[in-house]
């Protein structure tokens, strides 16, 4: 859809000299490589992590939520925190994925795949604060709207607790549907190019039988626009309704209205640091510079700041209608808050959340990788401590003086956090390893007209595709490299033959190799033009044989790989 | 399959020719098995009477016994009654009246059994007596049920027969009688008409009995005051609610001062009414629940209270005496003349400092006035320890010249001051046997250890003051192989009669007269108003009468005797001064004397002032902190931290007191409780506080100390954080008696207004949602009086009897994480009244002045005024949590309670984030059958004392006030089953019970004709945080001062 012409003013979107093959092995890489040494160490670090939170988890169910620091007076502090921080956090997959998509920004194609995998995995952290705060865990159901034959009984729906239930759920569910649609041509596409028998396996598995053909791409559009539509408001509604668990109560500090879209301008605050802080990481590591540019750095810094300004402006606004509704209660609760027992964790907020986006309104600092990668865990930690203080500041000190009293975590409080910051990173680690971190289909879909090769060709007024059956080499500097590898047809074939060996007429016999699924009597003809009669010679085709074939016949590039020939020509060399 | 191997059995086998080999191979039993040795013997065979069949009988049933035993599973029994005893029926509680006198607190109570055990303690309303059941008594039916109490009588610790104790009893006295050596009895007070006459007799069989009474807490100088001027060794009563103005010179009269259970009295006059209510002035150094209550209330040193005693009395009469007091002082002595000399006799002027010329003082001024509220014709017999004579008794047994020593009631070891010289002494008795329930100081060093019953096991009787009799009866068997005292005194004279016969001879003969002994066992109580008269020759009466024929009290010979020794007095206590640090000992509501230290309930009950539990501590005033470099301090989760101190008094010290900083604390003073640091016999977790008997030298409440920081920090279990009130008067609503008289309603209790379609109307009248009708059935409203409530807190142990609510432990206590559902919030005004706080607060402008304001609120004044606020579930008709339950667990009924159901409740606390109240309590823990929770809930014994009409919660879930609707629920049943339309005050809830001061009262506000319908018509009714919107069924009544400086 997307190959049409794009102004030469905007910067390409793929960097480098980028062709389709190559947006393929670029991505597939990190799924087809072995694992480095650094992966295996930062996995560690995140397992241990995660199971010391399991260890945690366990603790408390077993012997109480008195092992947290809770009391009579604060009832909710890290567990609702890190629940009300995992959720914002998530925003951001559903805000790039669907609203970008909507409004047909091209830029979200590089990081929607990682935002949206972000999303789903710090829900999954978020949904296990709801189920492990409470007193009887076990007893978690109760609050599904069940049947009665369950043993429950029907629910409280004027609660906002209620509402979360639903929100999430609904949430979570549509977010995977959504990721997992757009992973499917992706999925396919490592299918193809898989090569051991057992990931083949998993990934034809996975992928849902995805074939590629036109059908499969107009429903494939059909589903994204659809699901795009349901997501966009969900962007709005869940995190609308985790703040109705504070605005709907009568505590002061809690109950405001403003907090809807402050709450919705602080996920998608979060949410973008997030993704800020994980791609700088992901670019770096799966060496993806050419696909997460500066450019979408700076554009999800630019989105930071305007969310971070929107987010001072409601703490302000929030300060501003205390004093003006006259409740001393009210006042007393911002007062305390800015400057009672827990002023440091308003002035962190204040200054992370509120101060620190505002240089962004410097191109240079903007566009500065560590410095955007600073900022975005500042910004994470400041909205940690939003949360915090709009919960323990709030509770600590309500309505009669005399249950006011403070709140300090305990061990376990911190080790269920750090639990599934562990458990987070474990699983964004494993699909680091396993999925295809960009959307590479969509990112196809836009090389044509975003991708710095073909702007060059379009600026040179060169053609951009040239398929060259004689060796004329390209003499244009863009395709430089390339030049070597797209040698004449007589290189190309004697470095064939060297591998899969001559074929000696007088010794051996030519094998009908139109036996072979895929292999036409076009091919045949062509094979045997190539100096190729045999199943044997076909059988002791790998990866790089097939390149070669690719770019020697030119015609139906992937299909001996994807039929995989040489497999088909043992099995029939065996049968003779 | 078969195998080819062959497995040999030992190295022999590889020699084929070994011969044992070869034996053992051929033979199944190598050695020959004497058959014949017990088949041979045919004549001894057939002789027997085992035949086959026993034999095989005899196989069988060990066989089944074997796997019988082994099979054992846990058992649980249940045992149905084989003959039902009569009046118990399971599920319906029996009350049975009695008495509770352990030498300490006297009250007459009603106990409620169910299924044969008693499991609630209430008041005994037919009892004319002032006080009802304090926190104590309340709390004195778990102390039945204590897992470490003596289960059987001990000789040297190790378990006896009792046989073997009444025999090296009886054998003792035997051969004492009529020996040089005397027969000691060391007991507490018992005020009881059959155990004085059973001592008498016991003196009488064998002679040189000498019996001393032993207080633990001394009422000696008012005792020693009160039989100098009547002749008789008693202490005066006094009807506080006869008083209008009430002047009290450190005396602490709404605890325990001289019996304490007054403060019913009290609370009657301080509920304003017709215009009039009393006008209450303390002078005293701790801020004490008495002070806390009084209109005018003067911090001063106990040397200048003395002082201010001898000058009060002076201006009464128109002497002078020397000696200066601060101006504060001064002005209210000259107030109080003012307003005593407007009406002489409604005045009553009362003193603790045990000093006797204080105490004649006071006698003398109420004399002199004439005072309608001292009432010295039926005076009160609950304290009549004797400090000479435990004096000389010591002396005694240090010289050798005591046979025996038996002692009762009393546990010397722990509450003498010089233990050391009475541990001398005990060791040169040649046999002592100490009555007690627990192991204790002194069972450690006496020779036998006599298990003593608890009073719920006992018969007894008592006489609280002249005339007013009470019997105590056991209402459950005893628990354990135990003994009461008077049992065995009567079983070592030699008398066949059980104590009860002889409780039952002694009422027949010489109390009852013609009245029914069954009705008064039935009643509790007996007042014998008729009998007195007859005893004009008493001399308290004699002289009462004087008194009431002389009231100006200005001339007749009759003085002149009088006022010689009066005179003397006033000079030396107008001449008394201390150096130093005044040391006042006094006991906490609590603990009291400490009798009941392994008692979980009250151990984890908050001191109504200071809110801390667990823990007695040294208070000083913020300037002397800041002298002696005392610091108070919150850690990270909220819990109070105070520094160590070091006390000295007379060279005996104190090491490790921890300090609380007390707000109205007089400068230069000290306060400490007694009854805590009791070491033996205790568990672990109840092992609390520093002994302050060790200062309590003399007998004197106070002292002169020396006091030093000592290093280290104590960590406070304390309830309540924040001590003031930060100007919002809405809380707690006061005014002064004479805006209330003079001004409308509207103005001293200010409704909350909102703004509607931008008019100002009341905030109760704008609604989100339609009301239900209530108007049908029962709706249940719950009133608290905020100046009938003393803040004593009987209310709060009689609600955690009543629910099963749980003893969480001192380390959870100081994680704010307390449980009882009705708690007495304690507010100081942070300048010297909540006025001026009001006003400071409305006068802030702008945030700054607003942040430091606030912080200088947050600490109280040198002398706050004070404010007591029960505070339990408001059960709110619009309540913030039924909304935000997910489950539904929590929902209201048509009865206006709010319920929880704890089953349905999974646990997400929301409701308790979003009680404005914060009221709710939530299970962190499991709290029974728990290990790390070892109070009553964790064993068999502890467990008898759970009401079986409430759950007992498991973890995770939340819990709250009820409205004991376990109570509301029978009383309505009840009505139904008999057909008939409940009566108001049918209808009770266990604190409204418990109040005896009719600070609580609880109905059904559908009734028109009842009491709650009409005080919620009051104009000093309100709702707390009314402006919130969410319509409580419990409301608070204004409190009115009774200040001329309004």
Redesign the interface.
């Given at each position: 859809m997307a190959s049409h012409y794009e102004a030469p003013i905007r910067k390409p979107l793929v960097l480098g000299d980028k062709g389709y093959h190559d947006v393929s092995v670029d991505i597939a890489g990190p799924v087809e490589r072995r694992a480095n040494k650094q992966w295996w160490i930062v996995f560690s670090i995140a397992l241990a992590a995660f199971l010391w939170g399991v260890g945690c988890i366990v603790y408390t169910i077993s012997?109480?939520?008195?092992t947290w620091?809770?009391?009579?007076?604060v009832?909710?502090a890290w567990d609702i925190t890190n629940f009300v921080w995992w959720v914002g956090i998530g925003h951001a997959g559903t805000l790039i994925s669907a609203v970008l998509l909507l409004f047909r920004q091209k830029w979200r194609m590089a990081i929607n795949r990682s935002a949206e995998a972000m999303t789903i995995f710090s829900v999954i952290q978020a949904g296990l604060f709801?189920v492990i705060?409470?007193?009887?865990?076990w007893?978690?159901y109760?609050?599904l709207p069940i049947p009665n034959q369950f043993g429950s009984?029907?629910?409280?729906f004027?609660?906002?607790?209620?509402w979360d239930?639903f929100a999430i759920s609904t949430y979570l569910s549509v977010s995977l549907v959504f990721w997992w649609t757009g992973l499917l041509p992706d999925f396919a596409m490592i299918r193809d190019r898989a090569v051991k028998p057992f990931q083949k396996k998993i990934y034809s598995l996975v992928s849902f039988g995805w074939t590629g053909r036109a059908k499969d791409w107009q429903r494939f559009e059909e589903v994204s626009l659809v699901l795009a539509g349901l997501a966009t408001p969900l962007v709005l509604s869940v995190h609308t309704i985790v703040s109705f668990?504070f605005a709907?109560?009568?505590?002061p500090g809690w109950h405001t209205t403003i907090f809807p879209p402050y709450f919705v301008a602080g996920a998608v605050f979060s949410g973008f640091a997030m993704v800020q802080t994980l791609l700088i990481i992901m670019r770096k590591v799966c060496n993806l510079e050419d696909y997460i540019t500066v450019q979408h750095i700076e554009l999800m810094n630019i989105i930071i700041m305007v969310t971070g300004s929107i987010v001072g402006c409601a703490y302000i606004t929030e300060l501003f209608i205390a004093?003006y509704s006259g409740?001393?209660?009210e006042?007393?609760a911002f007062?305390?808050r800015a400057?009672g027992p827990y002023w440091w964790s308003y002035l962190l907020m204040m200054s992370c959340n509120v101060v620190s986006p505002q240089i962004m309104w410097f191109k240079k600092i903007r566009t500065s990788i560590v410095v955007s990668f600073i900022i975005s865990i500042v910004v994470n930690v400041g909205m940690w401590f939003e949360r915090f203080v709009i919960i323990v500041t709030s509770?600590?000190?309500?309505?009669?003086?005399?249950?006011?009293?403070?709140?300090?975590p305990t061990f376990v409080d911190i080790g269920i956090f750090i639990g599934t910051l562990g458990f987070f990173f474990t699983l964004f680690l494993l699909y680091a390893r396993t999925f295809p971190v960009i959307a590479q289909a969509e990112v196809k879909s836009i090389l044509k007209s975003s991708g710095e090769r073909f702007k060059k060709l379009r600026d040179a007024g060169q053609p951009l595709y040239k398929i060259s059956k004689n060796a004329t080499a390209a003499s244009t500097a863009v395709v430089e490299e390339k030049t070597e590898a797209v040698e004449t047809g007589n290189e190309q074939v004697s470095s064939l033959l060297d591998t899969l060996g001559a074929f000696d007429a007088t010794k051996e016999t030519a094998d009908d190799l139109k036996k072979v699924k895929g292999i036409g009597p076009q091919m045949e003809q062509t094979l045997n033009q190539i100096g190729i009669f045999t199943f044997a010679q076909v059988g002791r085709m790998t990866e790089k044989e097939y390149d070669l074939l690719d770019e020697i016949t030119g015609s139906f590039p992937g299909r001996a790989q994807r039929d995989d020939w040489a497999g088909q020509a043992n099995r029939l060399n065996n049968k003779n | 399959m078969a195998s080819n191997k062959k497995y040999w059995k030992s190295e022999a086998e590889l020699h084929p020719n070994d011969s044992i080999v070869e034996a053992l191979r051929q033979n199944e039993f190598p050695e020959e098995i004497p058959v014949d040795d017990f088949l041979g013997d045919k004549e001894g065979l057939s002789a027997t009477a085992t035949n086959r069949r026993d034999f095989l009988k005899y196989i069988g049933f060990s066989t089944a016994a074997a796997s019988l035993a082994a099979c054992e599973g846990p058992v649980r029994k249940s045992i149905p009654y084989v003959v039902k005893p009569e009046n118990i029926i399971p599920g319906i509680a029996n009350y049975y009246a009695t008495t509770i006198a352990n030498g300490f607190d006297f009250a007459n109570v009603l106990v409620k059994t169910r299924e044969g055990r008693p499991i609630k303690i209430e008041n005994n309303t037919d009892a004319k007596l002032g006080g009802g059941a304090n926190a104590r008594v309340q709390a004195s039916v778990l102390s039945l049920y204590d897992s470490t109490r003596i289960q059987g009588p001990l000789a040297s610790g190790e378990p006896v027969y009792w046989s073997d104790l009444d025999k090296a009893a009886k054998d003792k006295l035997a051969a004492l009688k009529n020996s040089g050596k005397q027969i000691a009895l060391l007991t507490q007070t018992y005020a009881s008409p059959s155990t004085d006459r059973l001592i008498s007799e016991f003196t009488a069989a064998f002679g040189n009995v000498n019996h001393v009474t032993y207080d633990a807490i001394s009422e000696d100088a008012a005792l020693n005051a009160f039989e100098a001027r009547y002749g008789k060794r008693a202490l005066p009563n006094y009807n506080f609610d006869k008083a209008d103005v009430i002047v009290s010179f450190g005396a602490d009269f709404l605890a325990d001062w001289q019996g304490g259970g007054f403060d019913s009295g009290y609370s009657k006059g301080r509920v304003p009414k017709n215009g009039k209510m009393s006008r209450h002035y303390q002078f005293e150094a701790n801020m004490s629940l008495t002070g806390a209550n009084a209109d005018k209330r003067v911090p001063l040193a106990p040397s200048n209270q003395k002082l201010a005693l001898a000058k009060l009395y002076s201006k009464l009469n128109g002497t002078s005496v020397g000696g200066d007091l601060d101006e504060a002082a001064e002005r209210a002595i000259d107030n109080i003349v003012t307003e005593i000399a407007k009406n002489k006799s409604a005045a009553l002027v009362v003193t603790g400092l045990e000093d006797e010329n204080a105490q004649a003082v006071a006698l003398a001024i109420n004399e002199m006035l004439s005072s309608r509220a001292m009432d010295v014709s039926s005076p009160r017999y609950v304290r009549q320890g004797n400090i000479n004579a435990l004096n000389q008794l010591i002396t005694d047994m240090k010289s050798g010249s005591i046979g025996a020593l038996i002692m009762d009631g009393v546990n010397p070891m722990y509450s003498l001051p010089n233990a050391e010289d009475f541990l001398e002494g005990i060791e040169k008795v040649d046999l002592s046997i100490t009555f007690s329930t627990n192991w204790n100081e002194t069972t450690a060093v006496s020779n036998y250890t006599a298990a003593s019953n608890h009073y719920l096991e006992s018969w007894g009787d008592a006489q609280l003051f002249e005339g007013h009799f009470s019997l105590t009866q056991p209402t459950i068997k005893e628990l354990f192989d135990t003994r009461q005292f008077q049992t065995c005194l009567l079983n070592w004279m030699g008398n066949e009669k059980s104590y009860y016969e002889y409780v039952k001879e002694t009422w027949t003969t010489s109390v009852l007269g013609d009245a029914n002994w069954d009705k008064a066992l039935h009643d509790g109580v007996f007042s014998a108003a008729d009998m007195i008269v007859s005893g004009t020759s008493d001399p308290v009466d004699a002289i009462q009468n004087t008194v009431d024929k002389e009231p100006a009290l200005t001339n007749g010979e009759a003085e002149e005797k009088d006022i010689l020794p009066i005179a003397n007095a006033v000079q030396s206590l107008a001449a008394s001064s201390m150096e130093g640090m005044e040391l006042t000992l006094y006991s906490k509501v609590g603990m009291g004397d400490g009798q009941q230290a392994s008692n979980p309930w009250l151990q984890e009950f908050p001191d109504p002032i200071s809110r801390v539990c667990w823990d007695n501590y040294v208070t000083v005033s913020k300037s002397d902190a800041q002298m002696l470099d005392f610091v108070n301090e919150?850690?990270?989760?909220?819990g109070m931290d105070g520094s160590y101190a070091n006390i000295t008094v007379n060279g005996v010290s104190l090491d490790n007191v921890p300090v609380v900083i007390q707000p109205g604390q007089a400068e230069g003073t000290l306060g400490l409780s007694l009854g805590y640091g009791k070491e033996v016999g205790l568990k672990e977790e109840m092992k609390v506080g520093v002994n302050a008997f060790k200062l309590y030298q003399g007998f004197s409440n106070i002292q002169t100390a020396t006091i030093e920081k000592a290093t280290g920090m104590h960590e406070f279990a304390s309830v309540?954080?924040?001590k003031?009130?930060?100007?919002?008067g809405d809380?707690i609503k006061e005014t002064t008696l004479e805006v209330f008289n003079t001004k409308d309603h509207s103005e001293w209790n200010h409704q909350p207004q909102v703004s509607l379609n931008h008019q100002e109307v009341p905030a109760t009248t704008v609604d989100l949602w339609d009301s239900f009708d209530r108007s049908i059935g029962h709706h249940f409203n719950m009133s608290i009086d905020l100046n009938a409530c003393t803040g004593c807190g009987a209310c709060v142990i009689a609600c955690h009897a009543e629910n099963n609510v749980p003893v969480v432990g001192k380390a959870?206590v100081r994680?704010?994480?307390?449980m009882h559902w009705l708690?007495i919030?304690?507010?100081y005004s942070s300048e010297d009244t909540f006025e001026e706080d009001n006003s400071k607060?409305d006068e802030f402008s702008g945030?700054f002045e607003?942040?430091s304001g606030?912080e200088e609120m947050e600490d109280p004044a040198a002398n706050p005024q004070v404010a007591f606020?029960p505070?339990m579930c408001q059960h709110c008709n619009h309540a913030?949590c039924e909304?935000?339950?997910?489950?539904?667990a929590t929902s209201h009924s048509r009865q206006g309670q709010n319920h929880m159901a704890y089953n349905?409740?999974?646990?997400?606390?929301?409701c308790?984030?979003?009680c404005?109240?914060?009221v709710?309590?939530?299970?962190?823990?499991?709290y029974n059958n728990n290990d790390e929770f070892d109070y009553n809930m964790n064993n068999d014994l502890g467990k008898m004392v759970i009401n079986p009409d409430v759950n007992v919660r498991?973890?995770?879930?939340?819990e709250k006030c009820s409205m004991c609707i376990q109570m509301t629920q029978k009383t309505i049943l009840d009505a139904k089953r008999e057909g008939r339309i409940i009566k108001d005050g049918e209808f009770q809830t266990a604190c409204s019970n418990a109040c005896s001061n009719g600070a609580i009262v609880f109905g059904d506000v559908n009734d028109a004709e009842s009491e709650v319908a009409e005080l919620v018509e009051s104009d000093r009714m309100y709702h707390l945080?009314e402006?919130?919107g969410?319509k409580p069924n419990v409301f608070y009544h204004v409190k009115v001062r009774n200040t001329n400086e309004a």
């Open positions: 012997t109480g939520i008195g620091g809770l009391n009579k007076t009832g909710w709801p705060h409470m007193g009887r865990p007893l978690g109760w609050v009984l029907w629910v409280n004027n609660s906002p607790l209620l239930v668990d709907t109560s009568v505590i004093w409740v001393e209660y006042q007393y007062l305390n400057t509770l600590h000190r309500d309505y009669l003086p005399s249950s006011w009293t403070m709140f300090s | 919150h850690v990270a989760n909220g309540q954080l924040h003031t009130l930060m100007g919002r809380i959870e994680m704010s994480r307390d708690r919030d304690r507010y607060k945030a607003s942040k606030f606020q505070v913030p909304t935000v339950c997910p489950v539904a349905r409740c999974v646990g997400t606390r929301y308790a984030n979003n404005p109240y914060k709710r309590r939530f299970n962190w823990f499991l498991s973890r995770g879930v939340m945080l402006s919130v969410t």
